[in-house]
């Protein structure tokens, strides 16, 4: 199930705001439970921006050409400031990992971190692919002894599925995940035609998978006259795709929250999905639990 807001600014707020009570949550879990206490705990921000709050240029790696000739324009304001909320989280983390290929974002997150002089010890930041910093950090943390929230805010489909596979096979990282729903995926299913090359590899990388083609589209009733074939027509709508992506995230994650939340621009068109799983067994349930009653407010 999802529900909508408005765009406006106050979306992003409503978003960061929900994160942020998440992480005070979570730390304090890890401080007060005693079966908790010996693991340590990390924040994960890919894509991290400068990591203060300043319009997005709406363009980085991942970013592919739509068919339209212009982002959403309220997109484009979209605003960064995950990386600064989670540093001022108390009880903090034991560790942070920001990443940001972009120079100059990344040497806002080093100004970030110069402010921050009790946690900077603490804070490390990679100017690297995403994708493969978080696969790298999947695979080389001792996850007996760590426990991760990882938050996902990808420039248009930058993140691969391998890369979420790889957070979930980790049984071990909790993960907050701004899907692209309306604002790359949905603008790249044609009405009547399935998507080729580009567009087709792309929607493949985002859900793993090429049942997308099956789940968004069935034989349409018109001839493709160019062929003189049969043609396919388009049945995905906002809430198809919605239920697709989580279900796919249900494949290699413990528990995924039901409550996912659509983000809108002022025509309340779908721009986002903000999303939540859980990979470790034994806390998914506590972690559902919070998640599903912050994603309900409002």
């Not at 790696?61 to 982002?71: F, H, N, V």
């Not at 906002?238 to 992506?245: D, G, P, Q």
């Amino acid at each position: 199930m999802s529900r909508d807001h408005r765009f406006g600014g106050q979306w992003t707020a409503e978003k960061l705001e929900r994160v942020r009570k998440y992480l005070e949550a979570y730390t304090k879990i890890f401080t007060v439970n005693e079966r908790a206490k010996h693991l340590r705990t990390m924040y994960v921000d890919a894509f991290a921006g400068s990591g203060h709050r300043v319009p997005s240029t709406g363009t980085g790696p991942g970013t592919l050409p739509l068919p339209t000739s212009q982002p959403d324009p309220e997109a484009l304001e979209y605003q960064k400031g995950s990386a600064a909320i989670a540093l001022e989280v108390e009880p903090g983390f034991d560790s942070y990992l920001f990443i940001e290929t972009d120079p100059t974002r990344a040497a806002g997150l080093e100004g970030l971190r110069d402010s921050h002089l009790d946690k900077a010890p603490r804070i490390s930041i990679a100017r690297d692919d995403a994708n493969l910093v978080l696969g790298r950090f999947a695979q080389e943390t001792d996850w007996r002894r760590n426990r991760a929230v990882v938050f996902l805010d990808p420039y248009g489909m930058a993140v691969d599925w391998a890369t979420i596979q790889a957070l979930g096979g980790t049984h071990g990282v909790d993960l907050w995940i701004l899907f692209p729903l309306g604002q790359a995926v949905n603008r790249l299913l044609m009405r009547r035609e399935i998507p080729t090359d580009g567009w087709a590899d792309a929607l493949t990388r985002c859900f793993g998978t090429d049942e997308w083609r099956s789940e968004f589209y069935e034989p349409s009733a018109q001839m493709n006259w160019i062929d003189a074939e049969p043609g396919v027509e388009k049945i995905a709508t906002f809430s198809t795709i919605a239920v697709f992506f989580q279900k796919r995230l249900g494949t290699c994650f413990s528990r995924v929250a039901d409550n996912s939340l659509r983000l809108c621009n002022s025509r309340n068109t779908p721009l986002f999905l903000l999303c939540f799983a859980s990979a470790n067994e034994k806390g998914a349930p506590t972690a559902i639990r919070i998640a599903n009653d912050l994603l309900r407010e409002g």
